[in-house]
C-alpha cells in the first residue's frame, strides 16, 4: 500500500505485522534492561509525562542542563546496540541515508502527551526522521515548520510508521494523548515510540 501523505509527513499505516510488532517490543524489552526508562526532566525542572531511554551510538535526554544526544545513559552506562529489527526498518523507509545512529524509546502511560515540538537537534537535516508506533493508538498532530501554522491530526495504531523527510523533516508534531488500553499488545497497556534518527 502506497503510504498516506499529509502535509509532507508520509504515514506507512499497518506496515508492521502483529509479529513484527511483537519482535520489535522484545527488542525494546531487552534495551530496557541494559538502560532502563527514566522520566526526563526539562530545563525548567518539569518532568515529562513520557519515560524515556534509547539505543545506539547516541540516546536523546533531557534535564536541568537542557537536551542533547548523549553517548551514555544518565546512570553513566553506553547505550546498547541499536537492534537489527530497527535497522531494517530505516533501510527500507529511508534508502540512501546513512544508517540511524540513534533509536530514542518514548513509553506513554495512561495521561501522557508530547507537547508540539520540532525535531532539530540533529546535524543534517537531509536525513529524515522515521518514527514507529507500538501499543496503544495515539493522537498525532501535525504542523508546518512555523509553529504557528495550521495542524491536522490522525490516530496513529500499533505497526504504524511515520516518516518525516523533506519539507516534513522540520515540521512541527506532538501527541495529544493516547487511547491508553486500546490495543492488547502490551500487557499492561500503554504506547511505545521508537524515533530513529541520523543525529550526528
Ligand atoms: C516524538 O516526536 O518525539 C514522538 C512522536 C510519537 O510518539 O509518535
Ligand atoms: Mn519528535
Redesign the pocket.
Known sequence: MPPLRVKGFEIHVGYLDVPAQQALVAAVRGVARAAPFFTPETRRGQKMS?RMTSAGSFGWISDRKGYRYAPRHPDGTAWPQLPAEVRAIWQDLAPGAPDPDSC?V?W?GEGAR?GL?Q?RDEADFRWP?V?V?LGDQ?L?RMGGTDRRDATESIW?SSGDV?VMGGDARLAH???DRIRFGSSTLLDRGG?I?L?LRVSQ
Open positions: 513520557v530514542l518514548n506513554y508530547m515540538h525535531d526522521v518514527s508506533s495515539a498525532f496513529l511515520v508534531h506532538g501527541i504506547r515510540n524515533t
